[in-house]
Every structure is written in structure tokens, then in C-alpha cells.
């Protein structure tokens, strides 16, 4: 049974510093793509960043809103994959639930930002920034 499990979310001000992270579980994940999205109240999934994992061809997309500010990492070892999301200078416009995402295989970069690339799913982390 394939298990995607994010932790360290919380409460921050404005300009501070919060560190996500995911942990997958049940099955290889050699070829797959790890990625976070998040889902403001009223508000349709938003991909935040995405880490492929190719050995050492992998590389990281982020979406425009957290270009400069979110830095995703991910693990090695593929049998146990673990991705993090380092958020820096939070803006209230971040507060959303956070969600992390793996695919069973690599998603091409065109498609990287598409909820629907992706077949396992974290129950969601809770970031607020307050002003």
C-alpha cells in the first residue's frame, strides 16, 4: 500500500521561514516525479514545485508565484523517497493547505504542473502566514 505523508506545516509571519516534508512509501519510486501542490480555501490546486528523478539528470520546476522563495530537494534513495519544500520570505497570499504528490512515472516537464500527472497523494500540511 502506497503511502504519501507530509509534515511541518504551521503558523508564521509574514517574512519568516517554514520547511515542509514528504515521505512516500509501499513501492519504488525510480522513475517517478515528486512534487507539492497547494489549495487555498475557494481556490483551485496550485503546483508549487516539482522534483524529477532521473539519477543524475533529475531536476526541479517551480511555479511562477515561488520562483526565488521555495527551494524542493528530494532524497537519493529512490526505494525510500523523501522531498522538502524550504518556503522562505512567506507571504499571506502562501497560506494554503499543501499537498505532496508522487507519480508512478517521470512526468514529461509540459504536464509537470497538472494535478492529473500525478497517482499518489498526501492528506495536506496547514500553512498559514498571518501579516
Do not use: H
Request: glycine share 10%; aromatic share 10%; proline share 3%.
Amino acid at each position: 500500500q502506497v503511502q504519501v505523508v507530509e509534515s511541518g506545516g504551521g503558523l508564521v509571519q509574514a517574512g519568516g521561514s517554514l520547511r515542509l516534508s514528504c515521505a512516500a512509501s509501499g513501492r519504488t519510486f525510480s522513475k517517478s516525479t515528486m512534487a507539492w501542490f497547494r489549495q487555498a480555501i475557494g481556490k483551485e490546486r496550485e503546483f508549487v514545485a516539482a522534483s524529477k528523478w532521473s539519477g543524475i539528470l533529475g531536476s526541479v520546476n517551480y511555479g511562477d508565484s515561488v520562483k526565488g522563495r521555495f527551494t524542493i530537494s528530494r532524497s537519493s534513495d529512490s526505494s525510500k523517497p523523501t522531498v522538502e519544500l524550504q518556503m522562505n520570505n512567506l507571504e499571506p497570499a502562501d497560506t494554503a493547505t499543501y499537498y505532496c504528490a508522487a507519480s508512478e512515472n517521470m512526468v514529461i516537464s509540459s504536464q509537470i504542473d497538472r494535478p492529473d500527472r500525478y497517482d499518489y497523494w498526501g492528506q495536506g500540511t496547514q500553512v498559514t502566514v498571518s501579516p
